[in-house]
């Protein structure tokens, strides 16, 4: 009999086990509240009001760092640009040197054409050329006219007859029109 007692006694802490986990899920469960059409509204305003300052947040980011970026860039650009001209520095600081001790004009003329010989070819490496426009006829649209002067001949009416100041192309873009001097 005390095995019967003892399986029924089992059986009704098995029952009260069960019914106990019942009772909390039911406690513990919250209760569904149906919102109001306006406050449904309201929540979904809310929403995305969120999104909208989160989204123009990141926008903002992005500009930014899209403007340091840039600027990052055109410096980086500009020190390469230095760095192929510090070279030629030096060579026109030996020139100064020598200038104050030799007297040969010939061998100073001459460091002076190297000197200048380099800056050609180093700034033609980086896609710089000189606009050759003398005696090719005159566009308003490449070149600057300072002045018109009679042309010497009837063939070069029209043309360029003299160049005041050399015009520059960097990777086929114009950055300096040149001065020029227009037979009529």
Request: aromatic residues 6%; glycine residues 4%.
């Amino acid at each position: 009999m005390s095995e019967e007692k003892n399986v029924e006694k089992e059986i009704t802490e098995e029952a009260n086990v069960e019914n106990a986990s019942e009772e909390t899920t039911e406690e513990n469960a919250e209760p569904i509240v149906e919102l109001s059409e306006l406050e449904q509204k309201d929540l979904k305003i809310d929403e995305l009001n969120d999104r909208y300052l989160r989204i123009f947040s990141e926008y903002e980011n992005f500009r930014k760092r899209t403007v340091k970026e840039k600027g990052d860039l055109i410096n980086s650009a500009k020190a390469n640009n230095f760095k192929v001209l510090l070279p030629i520095l030096d060579n026109f600081d030996r020139a100064l040197k020598s200038i104050s001790e030799t007297s040969d004009v010939k061998s100073l003329k001459e460091g002076v054409e190297l000197i200048y010989s380099q800056m050609v070819t180093d700034l033609g490496k980086e896609g710089l050329s000189e606009m050759d426009v003398h005696e090719k006829e005159f566009n308003s649209e490449e070149h600057e006219a300072i002045t018109n002067v009679p042309a010497p001949s009837k063939k070069l009416k029209g043309k360029i007859i003299d160049v005041i100041e050399k015009g520059y192309v960097l990777n086929e873009k114009i950055i300096r029109f040149p001065k020029v001097v227009v037979g009529n």
